[in-house]
């Protein structure tokens, strides 16, 4: 016996290694396998952990796993914090390891209501709950990092066009309540038929929606030529003549390409933090005209007061200004009331962004031959959100999605990946394409039927130009009430699971 206990001891650390191992594939990798790496890994972690757990693995066990797999991912957390945040490395070890750590107790949180309802009602009741406690956890839980492990499945065409119908959460609820089903079955010993019901329903439903993903209601199509600057400028550096060198790169590429075209208009992309140390949130005539005399509609990320902006400009139109309305946690604002936030601020010497709001008026509306192009930016980890960008899309009755990013941050990590990685169902989700300018890396376009682009390395430069031409599709995941109605179908089933199986005594 005590040599059994021995042995466990010794192997569950080796355990843990592994687990945290399959977890990182699913979210460090894009496009390897052909695509195929990171739905498979997002599938067969919770089928491990789950299995673990419903064997009776004590929690510690559990969320070192979970604490491993984002010591993977996120490793480049503390190395920001120090060299970036300007933090003693003791500090950034300290932060690194707190996010680390709070991260990793909300997936424990998920196992363990899906062990209590394992154990009293069986697999039923565990597949739901896993499904239900994922989906509310990262629909409306606090994350440092907002993130979904629903956007694994955006790595497929055909897979991430069911987040149309379900959202990057509800595929998330997918996955766990899979994971349950099927790691509650090996541990009844459960026949292989009933094993693998839990996968053959989810691939019989990617390929449903898939087909139906054809079926829904399109509008007439959009066309755009696209141009992306990526300068690789130092992030947070400001220094005269930004803006004129990235008016040298641009209008190299507009004479290249022969833009702007009559018979569409072009869309000029700058990033986040293109242009720093002015207060652009006042009409210039002089940034209406550069647009005019180009021809072109003119979309930049620039700053005014502690606020953190995306201005447009067209000819023969009022400028558009847009403020990041969700400034990151800590990052680039202090969680929490007004006065635990001032007195953070104080306390580390930082000075928190104001957030933007969103109106009517938050897309940018741009002439085209065939009617008005309204375009709505996401400001860098605003894109993130599902919940922001539909709002977004919704208020401004936007076409079109952009993002302009500021990931110089990161220097040469994984970041640049993990971000474009977990922004790419937003395109399908909405039914319109999504347009990614960065600072130093990756650009890229994402397209509403699931296919994507990414470009170049991370601190490099360049520039690309795209036609694009689509129809935006009216998606299920466009209304405010899929995730409450989702939600609320899992919790019923709940209660229904527990009250049949533990009837009332007479």
């Known amino acids: 016996m005590i040599a059994q206990e021995r042995t466990g001891w010794l192997l569950r650390p080796l355990e843990a290694a592994v687990l945290a191992g399959i977890f990182v594939l699913g979210f460090r990798f894009p496009e390897a396998l052909g695509g195929w790496l990171e739905p498979v890994a997002a599938l067969l972690f919770p089928i491990l952990l789950l299995e673990a757990a419903f064997r009776g693995r004590k929690a510690f066990w559990l969320w070192l796993s979970l604490v491993g797999g984002l010591i993977l991912i996120f490793y480049w957390v503390p190395a920001t914090l120090a060299t970036k945040g300007g933090l003693p490395w003791a500090v950034a070890l300290l932060g690194g390891g707190l996010f680390y750590g709070y991260e990793a107790l909300g997936f424990l949180l998920v196992v363990l209501a899906a062990r209590t309802l394992f154990k009293r009602a069986g697999a039923p009741a565990a597949a739901v709950g896993a499904a239900l406690a994922i989906l509310v956890?990262?629909?409306?839980?606090?994350?440092?990092?907002?993130?979904?492990?629903?956007?694994?499945?955006?790595?497929?065409?055909?897979?991430?066009?069911?987040?149309?119908?379900?959202?990057?959460?509800?595929?998330?609820?997918?996955?766990?309540?899979?994971?349950?089903?099927?790691?509650?079955?090996?541990?009844?010993?459960?026949?292989?038929?009933?094993?693998?019901?839990?996968?053959?329903?989810?691939?019989g439903l990617f390929v449903t929606l898939g087909g139906a993903w054809q079926l829904l209601p399109r509008?007439?199509?959009r066309q755009v030529d696209a141009v992306l600057i990526q300068p690789n400028f130092i992030p947070g550096q400001r220094a005269a003549g930004m803006e004129a060198d990235l008016w040298r790169r641009s209008d190299a590429v507009l004479r290249e390409q022969g833009l702007p075209k009559v018979e569409r208009p072009t869309l000029l992309l700058w990033p986040e933090s293109a242009v720093l140390g002015r207060d652009d949130r006042n009409p210039d005539p002089r940034l209406a005209a550069e647009a005019s005399r180009r021809g072109i509609a003119w979309l930049f990320g620039t700053e005014g007061g502690l606020l953190n902006l995306v201005r447009g400009e067209v000819a023969g139109r009022p400028?558009?200004?847009?403020?990041?309305?969700?400034?990151?946690?800590?990052?680039?604002?202090?969680?929490g009331p007004a006065p635990l936030?001032?007195?953070?601020?104080?306390?580390?010497?930082?000075?928190?962004?104001?957030?933007?709001?969103?109106?009517?008026?938050?897309?940018?509306?741009?002439?085209?031959?065939?009617?008005?192009?309204?375009?709505?930016?996401?400001?860098?980890?605003?894109?993130?959100?599902?919940?922001?960008?539909?709002w977004g899309l919704t208020l401004g009755r936007a076409d079109l999605l952009t993002n302009h990013t500021n990931d110089g941050w990161f220097d040469r990590t994984v970041a640049t990946d993990l971000h474009a990685v977990q922004i790419r169902l937003r395109?399908?989700?909405?039914?319109?394409?999504?347009?990614?300018?960065?600072?130093?890396?990756?650009?890229?376009?994402?397209?509403?039927?699931?296919?994507?682009?990414?470009?170049g390395e991370p601190l490099t430069e360049g520039a690309r130009t795209l036609t694009l031409a689509w129809r935006p599709i009216h998606t299920p995941a466009r209304s405010a009430l899929l995730l409450p109605l989702i939600a609320a179908g899992l919790a019923a089933a709940c209660l229904l699971l527990g009250w049949k199986l533990h009837p009332r005594k007479p």
């Open 319 to 335: 400028m558009f200004l847009q403020a990041k309305t969700d400034p990151m946690p800590f990052g680039e604002r202090m969680p």
């Open 219 to 221: 509008d007439s199509q």
């Open 427 to 455: 395109a399908t989700e909405l039914g319109v394409p999504l347009l990614r300018a960065t600072l130093t890396g990756k650009s890229g376009v994402f397209r509403e039927d699931g296919r994507f682009e990414l470009w």
């Open 341 to 390: 936030r001032h007195w953070l601020d104080q306390q580390l010497g930082f000075t928190s962004q104001e957030p933007g709001e969103l109106s009517s008026d938050c897309a940018f509306s741009v002439p085209a031959p065939g009617g008005e192009l309204r375009i709505h930016p996401l400001i860098c980890s605003e894109a993130l959100s599902p919940a922001r960008a539909r």
């Open 137 to 203: 956890w990262e629909a409306w839980g606090f994350h440092i990092y907002t993130w979904s492990w629903g956007s694994a499945f955006g790595a497929l065409p055909w897979t991430a066009r069911s987040a149309a119908f379900l959202g990057s959460h509800g595929l998330a609820a997918l996955a766990w309540g899979v994971g349950a089903w099927t790691a509650a079955s090996l541990v009844e010993g459960a026949p292989l038929r009933r094993t693998l019901a839990g996968l053959a329903l989810a691939l």
